[in-house]
């Protein structure tokens, strides 16, 4: 499983917001403006590409904080 | 089945045609949603897309592609013994468009002419629809016309375009191999919900609501779920593709294009980065053309590769999917075909 820090840092170049914005674990995902489905189709297929794993859109609603999604990978 | 091979079959020539009009995915965009767009089209890729005039159907598009290639070929009218329109967007929802097409093209009354409702998947059913007819020695010349008119001007991502494709019987062509696919339990991923006999269209359908934006959007508009259509394309698709090649004998290597749907970038992208493929090879035509449906196949091969397989032979991997959902691939040589440029009309 790769570091959270390398994970945050994937997650940033996925969701390709417009304006910059901190991320940190227990940021909620509600709180980020730009957290759209544009957002989730860009972390679908970074788990696919970088860390070889599908997830669907359930696997993602169920996530609040940034962290729930980094802890998808370990399932 | 899934995996089949059709021997005796040449693909003659390619034709495109798509309407005058162009829209730009930025400039005709709102300056409220600007930069929200510029996101938007930094990841599906495409910038223009093409709209049809209101009094144009995608029939019309494809009966100037075809007359333009029958021309360039030297076909006879009477020479046509097939036609097969594949298409979601008929001119009436009964009769079948391909009919109406016979009539309009002047080609003979004994010729065979149907619809098949296909949208993204349609190029490799189809080929092997009227190459299975062809190889079995029933006809000798065939046309695929395929395409829809599904560009709004709302909607980012569909463009229009109308295509033939013509097809012969030749004694010793290459093999066409085929790897095709269906999986019904997805038919709600992209749907026209409406207006078929399940719910037919009604009053209240032509009731619009207005979103959080102030978008208007109707009971009637197409539902397309995105993360579905996303998971689908970069699960199956490549995996198809494996399996086509394997089946053939071919290796990756042997295959000069990769053609594939043009869904959008971030689709299209993944299926190439999966596959290890490089950019050269998997031509891409989403960012002047957009999304043309069951026509992006044709589309790209006028558009791209128009030099490479008039001039010499080359082997192609075809690959559609999408709406059904449905999912198709196809290994096919050509070789000194009549391809045009893109026509506009």
């Known amino acids: 499983m790769p570091t959270l820090d390398a994970f945050l840092e994937n997650f940033l170049v996925a969701v390709d917001f417009q304006e910059a914005v901190e991320v940190k674990a227990e940021t909620k995902l509600a709180d980020l403006p730009e957290w759209d489905s544009l957002a989730a189709l860009g972390v679908i297929v970074m788990f696919d590409i970088e860390y070889g794993k599908t997830i669907t859109g359930d696997d993602l609603s169920s996530c609040v904080t940034v962290e729930d999604i980094y802890k998808l990978l370990g399932l | 089945m899934g995996l089949s091979t059709l021997n005796n079959v040449r693909v003659a020539g390619i034709a495109s045609c798509v309407p005058k009009r162009v829209l730009s995915n930025i400039e005709d965009c709102p300056p409220s949603q600007r930069a929200e767009r510029e ?20 029939s019309d598009l ?75 020695g029933a006809i000798k010349k065939a046309l695929m016309l395929v395409g829809d008119k599904c560009a709004t001007v709302r909607d980012p ?29 997805g038919y709600k ?73 043009q869904a959008n970038r971030m689709i299209n992208e993944t299926i190439r980065k999966k596959l290890r493929l490089p950019e050269q090879r998997v031509p891409s035509t989403l960012k002047e053309y957009g999304n043309t449906s069951g026509a992006s196949i044709p589309v790209t ?45």
């Not at chain 2, 996101?39 to 995608?58: D, K």
């Not at chain 2, 102030?214 to 259509?229: K, Y």
């Open chain 2, 39 to 58: 996101r938007l089209v930094r990841n599906i890729g495409i910038e223009h897309r093409r709209i049809c005039q209101e009094w144009q159907c995608f």
């Open chain 2, 62 to 136: 494809a009966l100037v592609a075809t007359e333009r290639l029958l021309d360039e070929l030297k076909w006879g009218r009477h020479e046509i013994d097939a036609l097969v329109v594949i298409t979601q967007s008929p001119d009436y929802l009964i009769p079948s468009t391909a009919i109406i097409l016979q009539d309009r093209l002047g080609l003979e009354q004994t010729t065979i002419a149907y619809d098949v409702n296909l949208g993204c998947s349609a190029y490799p059913f189809g080929l092997h629809l009227l190459g299975s007819m062809i190889a079995s």
């Open chain 2, 157 to 185: 991502l569909f463009s229009d375009a109308g295509t033939a494709t013509a097809l012969e019987f030749a004694e010793g062509a290459p093999p066409m191999h085929f790897d095709l696919n269906s999986d019904g339990s």
């Open chain 2, 189 to 261: 991923a992209i749907i026209l919900p409406v207006g078929g006999h399940r719910e037919p269209f009604a009053y209240h359908h032509g009731i619009p609501r207005r979103d959080e934006h102030g978008d208007l959007h109707w009971p009637a508009d197409l539902i397309l779920d995105g993360v579905a259509v996303l998971n689908f394309s970069i699960q199956r698709v490549p995996t198809a593709v494996e399996r086509t090649l394997a089946y053939a004998g071919v290796q990756m290597s042997d295959v000069d294009y990769f053609v594939f749907h």
């Open chain 2, 301 to 345: 091969i006028s558009a791209k590769l128009r030099q490479p397989l008039q001039n010499g032979k080359r082997k192609l991997l075809l690959g559609g999917f999408g709406i059904g959902l449905s999912w198709g691939t196809c290994i096919v040589e050509i070789e000194r075909a009549c391809i045009q440029e893109v026509i506009e009309a």
